[in-house]
């Protein structure tokens, strides 16, 4: 049975990992999941090396996977990436080719290096897979086609919406009650200018991904550290307006709001290519899977 690793960091990859793993266990698939710490890459590297190496932390013969599968491009996912290249492991990226300029965050260049560390590469789209094989082409690696696959996004996958948190209106002709709903992650501009707020609406904030965590901005009514992904796009899905600079302007806001509901804050994402996106990525990955690496 083919053994496979994935490393699980911050909320972002959970989440779009999370179908492609029921689908891999559905297949026969051996699969384990690995908790890093976001943010962190030397324990990291040393938690995945020693998997990778077919150790437990007292050096004794544990699980050693056959392929490790990485999602996204955070520090810590670069880390599992670099542990399993390192241990001679195969790699699967999911969500490589992505570009961003200007370059904003550590990720943008993360993202590459997981690439070229990489064995078979699935991709959002067709652009995508155009860089993804320039970038290996450039370093003198394999520019095989058949190893880059053009997937789509799993970010639709298993849709689950839970609106228990939307506000109501204390108003009985009025249902639901308007707000605005913000997710700011990392270095931005921040919301401080009053132009951004509108002071008559109610404001919901998500905490940011770890990295350099904001916290909560002057002004929000409402503050949610951290929520699961159901609640959060419960309330995305309901929302009068999204003030962000998170990736879910692209990918999951684009499937419930109009474009002059999204409002892009920064330059984080901002140059990062826009959709329409395939949806159904678990499905195709697990399949390509099945037909390389058997079960």
């Keep these: 049975m083919v053994k496979i690793l994935v490393p699980i960091g911050c909320r972002s990859d959970e989440g779009l ?3 492609v793993i029921k689908r891999m266990k559905s297949a026969g698939f051996e699969v384990k999941t690995i908790r ?36 996204g491009d955070r520090v810590e996912m670069c880390a599992a990436a670099c542990a399993a290249f390192h241990n001679k492991i195969k790699i699967a990226h999911f969500y490589g080719g992505v570009v961003n300029i200007p370059i904003t965050t550590f990720d943008d260049i993360d993202r ?12 959002e789209s067709d652009e995508c897979a155009d860089v993804v094989a320039d970038l290996r082409k450039n370093f003198h690696l394999m520019n095989s086609r058949h190893n880059i696959h053009v997937v789509g ?35 931005t501009i921040l919301l401080t200018a009053g132009w951004i ?11 940011s991904n770890p ?3 904001i916290g909560r901005l002057v002004g929000v009514d409402t503050y949610y550290e951290n929520l699961p992904r159901p609640q959060f796009l419960g309330l995305l899905k309901n ?35 826009k959709g329409s ?17 058997g079960t």
């Design 36 to 71: 890093l710490d976001a943010q962190q890459f030397i324990p990291s590297y040393q938690v995945v090396d020693l998997m990778c190496r077919g150790q437990n932390h007292v050096g004794t013969f544990a699980w050693k996977p056959d392929l490790v599968f990485i999602t």
């Design 153 to 187: 996004i799993s970010h639709m996958d298993d849709l689950e919406v839970d609106e228990s948190l939307v506000p109501h209106s204390c108003f009985p002709e009025c249902h639901k009650q308007e707000y605005d709903l913000v997710l700011m992650n990392g270095e």
């Design 239 to 273: 929302c009068t307006r999204f003030i962000t600079n998170s990736s879910c302007a692209i990918y999951e806001a684009p499937y419930f709001l109009k474009p002059e509901q999204i409002v892009m804050i920064g330059d984080r994402n901002k140059n990062r290519t």
């Design 197 to 207: 707020w509108d002071h008559k609406r109610h404001e919901i904030q998500i905490g």
């Design 211 to 213: 990295d350099k965590n």
């Design 17 to 19: 990992s999370a179908p």
């Design 277 to 293: 996106f395939e949806i159904g990525a678990s499905d195709k990955i697990v399949k390509i899977l099945r037909e390389k690496y």
């Design 112 to 123: 590459h290096c997981i690439t070229l560390w990489s064995d078979i590469q699935f991709v």
